[in-house]
């Protein structure tokens, strides 16, 4: 019984993962309650982070949480989303922004598949593309922080390059780092990275629609950033 109850236990946090997604469905299709909508994706995010340190520490990974955990992924980090950016927006472009809001559940299939496809072991050190999480939270933050500084505003180019921004680099092969596991062992610099990390979780938790957007933007840009000078840095050994 204990062995059942241990394999299960990852699982809801799924399904509260999938479950909030589906709300945010509901409140931006029947509600247009949008900031709703966008802290419902952010509830989905905070699941999806700890089905799998729960199933880590309860030694209950397997095949099967994989697959359901990317079933809930695509819901809440491909569906909700589309909605979310199609309602509070796109749906002022008729045609054109039914087929740009489609773009983040589309990708986010896309990328899940694939994931699931190249998938060795259960611990990775990096991401291949924008994880599909910090994705959707760089849309939904988007919201928020309108909501915080330029309420009843869209700035609709914008909104269109992110959402475009995202969708590509989500299935692009750019490397994008793991959050280490930040402990006060291994010396000073382990230390201070654990300091400073504290330090943005919890002003990301106070000031949410300030922030959250500034840090999953600098998240995304980050992964670009590297990925051109190791291509200038290619190019330079070439010429050598």
């Known amino acids: 019984m204990i062995k059942i109850s241990r394999k299960i236990m990852p699982n809801f946090f799924t399904v509260g993962n999938m479950f909030a997604g589906f709300m945010s469905v509901i409140f931006s299709l029947y509600l247009h309650d949008y900031v709703m909508a966008a802290w419902m994706v952010l509830v989905s995010a905070f699941m999806d982070s700890l089905d799998g340190k729960v199933a880590r520490l309860a030694n209950a990974s397997s095949q099967f949480g994989v697959e359901y955990d990317s079933l809930a992924d695509n819901v809440s980090f491909g569906l909700a989303p589309s909605v979310l950016i199609y309602g509070f927006f796109f749906h002022h472009w008729g045609n054109v922004g039914i087929f740009i809001s489609f773009f983040p559940l589309l990708f986010v299939s896309i990328r899940l598949a694939r994931f699931n496809v190249k998938l060795e072991g259960f611990d990775k050190s990096e991401f291949e593309g924008l994880p599909s999480p ?22 609709p180019r914008v909104l269109l390059v992110l959402t475009l ?76």
């Open 134 to 155: 910090a994705g959707a939270l760089l849309l939904a933050s988007y919201v928020l922080f309108l909501d915080r500084y330029f309420p009843g505003q869209e700035f």
């Open 165 to 240: 921004a995202v969708s590509v680099l989500m299935v692009s092969t750019i490397r994008y780092d793991v959050l280490p596991v930040l402990t006060f062992r291994g010396g000073p610099l382990k230390a201070i990275l654990f300091v400073v990390a504290i330090f943005v979780v919890i002003f990301g938790i106070l000031f949410p629609k300030t922030l959250l957007f500034p840090y999953f933007l600098f998240y995304l840009l980050s992964g670009l950033a590297r990925f051109i000078f190791r291509l200038g840095q290619g190019k330079g050994l070439r010429k050598r």
